[in-house]
């Protein structure tokens, strides 16, 4: 038995096999520069990873060794292949380099050909030991990569934004905003930027061939308003609401900007270094046990903190629900789809309903996250999960959408309960206070690598008659 089946490589026909086998070598060159793009990438991730916590800029200053400060030319910048020529040494003062720098150059690179294999080379009825691999590819990735380039950008830019934020959080315990709102750019610029796309090429209804759940129709590669979510009003509530919402959020802001709304756990510091002195006069610190959790989950005001930002979140509320009230008053909403679209109101143009599935995934996937902290927060008197983690789902929001960054929350909690396990198990050298941001990230390219094995989950936990398809 074959370890590995290709569909239409044949022993039986080597002429045939010889034209597939040159097309699959061809196919080879867009892997190739995929792979190399997301080593230039990696290396990207590593200035990030080392300058972000320390508050130095991207761009400057520019590149120079950390021991003899000699500014690094564009030989030893090569990714990968620059650490391997100079021998894992600084070309100057011959000091020892770090072999995580290439190991995370090489990570990225590999991870973007995966994507790229998974998407794109995978013909149907593909099996790697017997498995159906080939049902990994995404339904939206079956229309070539051609036409959806844009939407694989979002997958592997959002993945390069993960991996960064994992290794900052679980290095700091904290995550530079700058990421998971670069992850959400990302999805919102990859996305509606698709639809734009699709129309330069003629092609305006490709991305209408997502899968569906529950007889829902899909409009893209992730999940949009329909005509058939007669909630409130149909799809075009859940446009003016998204909209809405987030010009809610906008509008927190300003009032936060402004002093009208308080800032939560603006005292926090002021409180941390009155504790640590208080320590240090009692002589019950000690030094090497600098557990950032150890007095953050001790602040006693946590409660108090949640007034402040339930009061950031009044005018997205607000907004959200005026806007869709709006758009439903002005252009109608509801209808159904039936082989063709009939709508009692307007239709919408593809990309608003792109426009608002971005924001949909993005408010969903950080609101519930938000939701977890308020409740829990209020609940047991100490900050239950970090607004880098809100921000973290709402960027895997904005780019997977509102289901699999739902889907991934709930996984998260597994994959940490399954390494606390083993922590207890394995040894001091495991046991160390993780933050929750690395498992957020696993979860949500767990739930995009393997969408097969989250669906017939799904499917099984509600009891579905028939297998769901989620975008």
């Not at 922590?423 to 495991?430: A, F, I, K």
Request: charged share 10%; proline share 6%.
């Amino acid at each position: 038995m074959a370890v590995l089946t290709w569909p239409g490589w044949s022993s039986r026909y080597p002429q045939a096999m010889d034209a597939d086998a040159a097309l699959w070598l061809l196919s080879l060159v867009p892997l190739a520069f995929v792979v190399a793009l997301g080593c230039c990438v990696g290396s990207l991730i590593n200035v990030l990873v080392y300058r972000m916590p320390l508050g130095l800029g991207v761009v400057t200053p520019a590149s120079r060794c950390p021991m003899c400060q000699t500014r690094l030319t564009w030989r030893e910048n090569i990714p990968v292949l620059g650490w391997l020529l100079l021998g894992g040494r600084c070309r100057f003062c011959r000091c020892r380099i770090s072999g995580t720098y290439p190991a995370v150059e090489l990570c990225v690179g590999v991870l973007f050909g995966v994507v790229w294999v998974v998407c794109y080379m995978l013909p149907h009825g593909t099996t790697v030991l017997g498995v159906p691999v080939y049902m990994l590819t995404p339904d939206w990735a079956k229309n070539t990569w051609q036409y959806t380039w844009p939407i694989y950008g979002v997958i592997v830019g959002l993945l390069s934004c993960l991996l960064a934020m994992t290794i900052i959080d679980a290095k700091t315990f904290m995550i530079p905003l700058a990421l998971p709102w670069t992850a959400a750019v990302i999805g919102l610029l990859g996305h509606v930027g698709g639809v734009f796309y699709l129309h330069l090429l003629g092609r305006p209804m490709l991305g209408n061939t997502a899968g569906d759940m529950g007889g829902t129709k899909w409009w893209w590669a992730i999940p949009t308003p329909t005509p058939s979510m007669e909630m409130f009003g149909g799809w075009w509530w859940w446009i003016g609401a998204s909209i809405g919402a987030v010009v809610g959020l906008g509008v927190g802001l300003l009032l936060l900007r402004a002093g009208v709304i308080g800032r939560s756990f603006a005292g926090y510091e002021a409180w941390e270094k009155e504790q640590l002195e208080k320590q240090a006069v009692a002589g019950t610190h000690q030094p090497g046990n600098d557990d950032p959790t150890v007095l953050w989950t001790a602040y006693p005001h946590a409660r108090r903190e949640m007034v402040k930002e339930c009061a950031f979140l009044a005018p997205a509320g607000v907004l959200g629900a005026l806007g869709g009230w709006l758009f439903v008053r002005l252009w109608g909403g509801s209808g159904s789809v039936e082989g063709s679209i009939t709508m009692d109101g307007a239709v919408p143009p593809l990309w608003l309903i792109v426009l608002a599935g971005v924001l949909m995934g993005y408010l969903i996937g950080g609101g519930l996250v938000w939701g977890v902290r308020i409740l829990g927060t209020l609940a047991f008197g100490k900050e239950a999960m970090g607004m880098g983690d809100v921000h973290l789902m709402a960027g895997v929001g904005a780019c997977l959408g509102w289901i699999d960054s739902t889907v991934a929350f709930f996984l998260s909690a597994f994959i940490a309960m399954g390494w606390t396990l083993l922590t207890l198990v394995g040894g001091s050298r495991l046991r160390r206070t993780m933050p929750y941001g690395p498992w957020l990230a696993l979860a949500s390219a767990l739930v995009f690598f393997f969408k097969p094995g989250v669906e017939w989950g799904i499917s099984h936990l509600i009891g579905s008659p028939v297998p769901i398809n989620l975008p």
